[in-house]
């Protein structure tokens, strides 16, 4: 690997991530709302008590909270804070900071999303891989139009249908949370089970609409690479048909699907909100929807940020390891 | 021996490898471990479903010291710390309870409490009139930093603990109503803290949560086993200084566990399967369907409309009396005769709710202040459907119908645009825009996610909101429309509805230097108010805001109801500790 080329590709990853940094400051002030104002008054609308003062608490907050600087101060303050990782006091919840709302948000998003991503990937993969195999069993084509269908429907729609069924009519899973009424976190078999079976349901969800997509895609680049020269070179060798099918076909038919796994990985961490709102999944999604609401800037601040590092992360570790998965990409130039 | 050539850069089962570690050393859901608690069986544990806006998880969970900002009473805190007295509005009954007495000077400049004796924190720590003295004063210091720190600062000259068991608070102006604002009801009171935990801390970033101290320390029966994102669960003590001393029993319920909201269906679904005893706030049309696969499911009201209680919030249609047009008052109650009440709730909430003829519920300690008001009522009918009297109203003011629509001497139409929220907005927000269009009109709904920027500030023409004023006499609903106050300097108003009337200020200024028991003075101002308020319509009452609570009989019963209505409900209210020591396993 040359040194240079990743260093290169560092400094492209870098100034992405300053400037959706900066479009991340200066969007949500765009919207003209005072957020301390907005906390203020939505906790009273909640009570639907009138609190004296208001005006007074806004004040002292925005002092507290540097909002009452020039914007160019607040730009300079916010750059200095997230080079070190800090995205000061959630607004809205005061003195929780962002980075511990996103540290109680992020495993729960990871853990569903990352695992579902992951395992729609490998089943819609192989499934699309198989589907366009002149060998695959006949049943297989059976199996598009569902996965088809499946694709169609929206994750929230499948989720409560899934609810009804699974969950109500049929009370296998739970119907909502992270995991059991009264159960403690430990690191036990019990909690570890209990936590799968409530992610179960919203795994589901994601995996069946998902499997689809991954599927799709692997089939069309499965229908071209076996029409290459070299796999019928392959087969004209005697090579065994798995052989073929794996490391002749699938090998080279799955670099697109790597690319768009590793851009959905960095995705996640933005996660499926309404997957998250309807089966009461405590994950990032529906921190920043809830941020968004409140107009808790430091909030959406972090996580945008969060997400812009992952996702430039994961275009960078692509662009790294790129070159092992395909032997045919060089790191030098052209 | 074979030597394998070292690999100039890390294989591709490496790179596999290092990123399957990586992603499952993220998936570890938890943030404390706590498996420490011991079993309590489902009988004997209450689980209900609540976080306030926020759906799917606690973002407080940490968060017990309820003075802070981003802390939130309703959220858990209102459970654990005990007031100085509790107040049930349906019963119109104080209860003393960490206080034992207290007494007003004759100018109300003086409040003397005397504390019980005997009292102990839940770390051991005797209770005492030091910690009340310290609560006020702390809170008259950080002023506008804390919660109800205004009201303490505008209020408190200084508050003394004189002995163990009295405090002395001397006021800066007359405030016979500091003591009911000190009480638990509804969402107001305050929030007695221990001093020995408490001094020191900055409060506004003070978070008082440390399982291994058992913190939060109170003095109440709860005491907070275990917080997470996902639940909050409070463990019953084994003694409580109120059960020793036979003012209320020792709870039945063992453990009460606080699950956030994850969506009504997903309620209603553990509600009939008898995951949840006690539901959030559901639509009307929700009801027959839990009552019909749970019998056991019931509400204030049983299993009959309008499927709760009423709330102390009557809801109105705000018009801002400062735009041009809305500040005639003709304009005002013509647009009052064009709203046909019952249809707005027939339509609205399915039949489900009640009109609200003035903007405070009627609630028995309020009804001699209806009573008092009854032929103004009869005069200025506020719910009164009469579109012809509106026509005419209009008319008299130069406005012209044609094709169909209302239009000024300008000729520019009669418009009004309303902002909502909740879930009374989208609930009557369009049936009031229709209704109105049907009369000329022109009308248009939103629901703008910065409706409490544009409510405060008065961007708007037309809003739906409520009511947090009076339940047990008339001054808190009269201040809600004052402009300007003599009587309590540099005091906030809140008048959203921007009517100014010197004259109704002077009389919400005599209100508050009234004795809140003094019914009589109390009613002749209150009169004289609406002497000048109904003609003026300053907004236009709807209909009641009802809570309408699932609760599940299952494991526990008597749950406060219209045959037995000892306090409301909802466990988002400062007085839910009452509920549940009333509640009795079933």
Known sequence: ?334 | MSHDPVPAHPGRREVIKAGVAAGVSALMPWQSARADLREVARNRTMILVWSGSREGRWVDWDLWNPYSIGSNHQNGPNLIYEPLAYYSAFGDKTYMWLAESYQFSADFKRLTIKTQSGISWSDGQPFSAEDVAYTLNTLRDLGPKVRWGVDAQQAVEKATATDPNTVVVDFKISAPRFFFFMAYKYDIGVYIVPKHIFEGQDWTSFKHFDPAKKWPVTTGPWQVADASPQQKIFDRRSSWWAADRKLAPLPAVERNIWLPFAGEQQAAQALITNQLDAGTGMQPASFPTVFRQNPKVITYTGGKSPYGYMDWWPISLYVNNERALFDDKDVRWALSYYIDRQQLIDVGYLGASTASKLPMPPYPPLMPYFEAVKDLLAKYDTNEFAPKKADALLAAKGFKKGGGTWTDVEGKPLKVDIIGFGAAGPAMGPVLVEMLKRRGVESSMTLPPDFDNRFQKGQFDGAIYGHGGSINEPYATMRLYQSASIAVPGAHQANFSRWKNAEYDKLVDEAYRAAPDDTKKLTDIWRRAMEIWLPELPDIQLVQNYHRIPWNTTYWKHWPTEQDPYVNGAHWHLTFAMVLWNLQPA
């Not at chain 1, 962002?98 to 991503?117: C, Q, S």
């Not at chain 1, 409530?198 to 499997?211: D, Q």
């Not at chain 1, 099918?245 to 499926?272: D, E, H, K, M």
């Open chain 1, 1 to 334: 690997m040359q040194a240079a080329y990743v260093a290169r590709r560092f400094g492209v990853f870098l100034l992405i991530v300053w400037l959706a940094g900066t479009l991340n400051f200066f969007l949500p002030r765009l919207s003209g709302q005072d957020p301390v104002l907005t906390k203020l008054l939505q906790q009273a609308a909640l009570g639907g008590y009138v609190q004296g003062g208001i005006e007074e608490m806004t004040r002292e907050y925005q002092q507290r909270f540097g909002l009452d600087k020039p914007l160019w101060h607040q730009y300079v303050t916010y750059l200095e804070g997230v080079a070190r990782l800090d995205f000061n006091y959630s607004i809205a919840n005061y003195p929780r900071t962002v980075r511990e709302l996103i540290a109680d948000a992020l495993p729960w998003t990871v853990g569903l999303l990352g695992t579902a991503t992951l395992l729609s990937f490998g089943l819609g993969t192989f499934l699309g891989a198989l589907l366009a195999w002149p060998r695959a069993p006949r049943w297989m084509a059976w199996l598009m139009p569902p996965l088809w269908a499946l694709h169609a429907i929206p994750f929230f729609l499948l989720g409560l249908i899934l609810t009804y069924l699974l969950a109500f009519r049929l009370p296998l899973l739970p119907i909502f949370g992270g995991y059991s009424a009264g159960a403690t976190a430990a690191f036990s078999w019990s909690f570890f089970w209990d936590v799968f079976q409530h992610a179960l349901l919203p795994a589901l969800s994601i995996i069946l609409v998902s499997t689809g997509g991954w599927a799709l895609g692997m089939r069309g680049m499965m229908v071209t690479t076996t029409g290459e020269d070299y796999i019928l070179f392959a087969e004209a060798k005697g090579l065994k048909a798995p052989t073929v099918f794996l490391r002749y076909c699938v090998r080279n038919a799955v670099l697109p699907q790597v690319t768009a796994l590793a851009l959905a990985l960095g995705q996640i961490l933005s996660g499926a909100v309404l997957v998250e709102v309807i089966f009461g999944y405590p994950g990032i999604g529906t921190l920043l929807y809830q941020a968004i609401r409140e107009s808790d800037h430091f909030v959406i601040q972090g996580i945008v940020f969060t997400v812009v590092v992952a996702l430039g992360f994961t275009t960078f570790v692509l662009d790294v390891i790129y070159p092992w998965l395909d032997p045919r990409i060089s790191y030098r130039r052209a």
